[in-house]
């Protein structure tokens, strides 16, 4: 009897270490809280997924097309109550859930996903996602609770189109990706002094010849010259309304709003160039620049013409665009112009403004209330804070010099941290010598994933104006598709996390192993993603006395070991290992390379020579 009774309890210990809490899938980004159980929701052919009535018609394809790329599976999806007994996924609606908030309970029988709203829905089909694991020949998802809402409600991306055009299907597919990461705002940056991206039907110019410029491929940015009228216009490219109209109901399906920004006064050499007598000269001659600083860029801020006309554009854009923003860039305005131009100074003189930083103010005021009227919010860049604001605007804080993410909100402006330090993702992610051609600045991927939007000086009320944060990708070095995702992930992981997780829950190394696990989805996508997270640094102090350096290597990621040699070789999962600084002859070459336990290599070959 003692010896059946220990059988029993050894088989009912062997059960329990089977069926033991299932270890948590690694999340991008982290959920607010995540309760693991026992077993597995198994994923087939047979699943069935019921989905609320009123969202049928978005998700099903959207599903439909996801389990089918994701995981070769064909499921059922219907409207209305669930009637299976086990294996189904079921949408339920609740009341009283915040915007996006959801739930997601994962039993062995089924899925149960509750939220109030089709943003919930969405966002917690894509932690359900992330959690789906191959088990041998089968998908699973692992057991378990989470209750998650997001931090902040703007969670956003802005690709520049500008200086280099980009394809529908290239906007499409990262809003794809970085909707499945919970950002729900795409900042299309269609305007600049590169180039007019948006068909406007009443004045076809825009596109016609504000939409091309001349060929300076191979010449470094700042350092082409301007285009002459005889040239041939060959680069650029443009959207049609219809292109713009598909590009917005496919983000609408994903929960991603698209914000339009029509950059003025500056920024507008494209502009001008297609309506040169909305400048304060319009005797000049204009093309559309082709790189570098773009002189003689600002509309004129005296004549009453532009005002209709950007009034005539922005109605069109109201049109295209059914979210509730516009932004109307506003920021680096060059006003040498409006110093000259007797039309200017006389608006200065006729409106009591005290110089041309308030005259912006006026511009930027009277913008205002031709965004209103077409029922819209605008958005500006933080220099339209000069002079006397822009009172019921949103404010992007980029100039961190400038210090806009306090003046802003106690301003009582509402605003979108986009400090230049940590989301510009047009910055390089490693030294100088091992990145693509690139602004000087470095952005690390530890460095984007360390931001914290909330500047700490700000009061408990002052903080309720902070709506969330943006990456922006300044397209200036980012000619083709491959290098501007290599620019942008895995970096945009960080930005997610950033603006949906609470701070008390990031952890880099959690996040880290995340980022790893995403590559795979990344690389299943065909994005051209970057490896900079394993890059070396190295640096050396020279004693000039002994002509010895004294070398530090350092890496952002942690789990793996650093290996270096000094003989010119090229090191391997042999060579010494970093524990530390070590002392080499001035002349010397180190190389080192970061190793995971298991001897792979994992990124690139830092080289550098330990010389005066």
Same mark, same amino acid.
């Given at each position: 009897m003692k010896t059946r009774m220990l059988l029993i309890a050894s088989l009912l210990c062997f059960g329990t270490m089977l069926y033991a809490a299932n270890?948590?899938?690694?999340f991008v980004p982290q959920p607010e809280s995540v309760v693991a159980k026992t077993g597995h929701f198994v994923l087939s052919k047979k699943t069935k997924v019921f989905v609320p009535q009123a969202y049928l018609k978005d998700l099903r394809p959207y599903i439909h097309t996801k389990f089918q790329s994701d995981y070769d599976l064909k499921v059922q999806v219907l409207g209305g109550h669930r009637t299976p007994s086990s294996n189904y996924?079921?949408? +339920?609606? #609740? /009341? =009283?859930?915040? %915007? +996006? &908030?959801? *739930?997601? %309970? $994962?039993?062995?029988?089924? #899925?149960?996903?509750?939220? *109030?709203?089709? &943003? !919930?829905?969405? %966002? &917690?089909?894509? @932690?359900?996602?992330?959690? $789906? +694991?191959?088990?041998?020949?089968?998908?699973?998802?692992?057991c378990m609770v989470i209750k998650d809402a997001p931090r902040f409600a703007f969670r956003g991306i802005m690709l520049d189109v500008s200086r280099h055009?980009? @394809?529908?299907?290239f906007v499409k597919k990262q809003i794809d990706i970085l909707s499945s990461y919970k950002i729900n705002k795409f900042h299309w940056h269609l305007t600049d002094d590169q180039g007019w991206r948006i068909e406007i039907k009443k004045y076809p110019n825009l596109t016609a010849k504000g939409a091309w410029r001349a060929d300076r491929t191979g010449i470094t940015w700042w350092q082409r010259t301007a285009a002459t009228a005889g040239e041939s216009k060959v680069i650029g490219g443009y959207y049609t309304q219809e292109d713009i109209k598909e590009v917005v109901e496919f983000a609408r399906i994903r929960n991603v709003e698209v914000i339009p920004e029509i950059d003025v006064p500056g920024h507008s050499k494209a502009l001008i160039a297609s309506y040169p007598e909305l400048t304060c000269f319009d005797t000049h001659d204009f093309e559309v620049a082709t790189g570098g600083k773009a002189p003689n860029n600002a509309l004129c801020a005296g004549n009453d013409t532009v005002f209709d006309f950007l009034d005539d554009v922005f109605t069109e854009v109201a049109r295209l665009f059914p979210g509730q923003y516009i932004h109307i860039g506003g920021d680096e305005c060059n006003k040498t112009n409006w110093k000259k131009c007797p039309k200017c100074q006389q608006r200065i003189k006729d409106n009591d403004l005290n110089g041309e930083e308030e005259l912006q103010s006026y511009f930027v005021q009277r913008i205002n209330k031709i965004i209103t009227s077409k029922h819209k919010k605008m958005i500006g860049w933080d220099e339209i804070l000069s002079g006397k604001g822009a009172k019921g605007a949103t404010i992007m804080a980029w100039r961190a010099w400038q210090k806009p993410d306090l003046a802003a909100p106690r301003g009582g402006y509402p605003t979108i941290m986009t400090n230049f330090h940590h989301t510009y993702f047009c910055q390089l992610q !490693?030294?100088?010598?091992?990145?693509? +051609? =690139?602004? =000087?600045a470095t952005i690390s991927l530890s460095t984007a994933y360390s931001y914290e939007p909330v500047p700490a000086e700000l009061t408990a009320q002052e903080k309720t104006y902070v709506l969330g944060t943006e990456a922006c990708m300044w397209a200036e070095f980012l000619p083709s598709e491959a290098h501007y995702e290599y620019m942008m992930y895995p970096r945009m992981l960080a930005l997610a996390e950033v603006a949906w997780t609470q701070p008390a829950?990031?952890?880099w190394d959690r996040f880290q192993e995340a980022v790893v696990h995403n590559f795979d989805v990344? /690389?299943?996508?065909?994005? &051209?993603?970057? @490896?900079?997270m394993y890059t070396v640094y190295g640096s050396f102090a020279l004693d000039e006395l002994t002509f010895e350096g004294q070398v530090y290597l350092n890496t952002e990621t942690t789990g793996n070991i650093i290996r270096y040699t000094t003989d010119n070789t090229v090191p391997t999962a042999q060579s010494e290992a970093y %524990?530390?600084?070590? $002392?080499?002859k001035s002349g010397r070459t180190v190389q080192a390379g970061l190793f995971n336990p298991q001897g792979e290599l994992l990124g690139k070959i830092t080289v550098f020579k330990v010389i005066k």
């Open positions: 270890k948590v899938p690694t996924i079921f949408f +339920e609606k #609740v /009341k =009283g859930n915040k %915007d +996006e &908030a959801y *739930t997601l %309970d $994962i039993s062995p029988e089924r #899925v149960l996903i509750q939220a *109030t709203n089709y &943003a !919930g829905f969405f %966002d &917690a089909l894509q @932690t359900l996602r992330q959690a $789906i +694991e191959r088990d041998q020949e089968q998908y699973t998802i692992p055009f980009q @394809t529908k299907e !490693g030294p100088k010598s091992m990145e693509p +051609e =690139g602004p =000087g829950l990031k952890n990344l /690389k299943k996508n065909h994005v &051209a993603y970057s @490896t900079s %524990d530390g600084v070590f $002392i080499v």
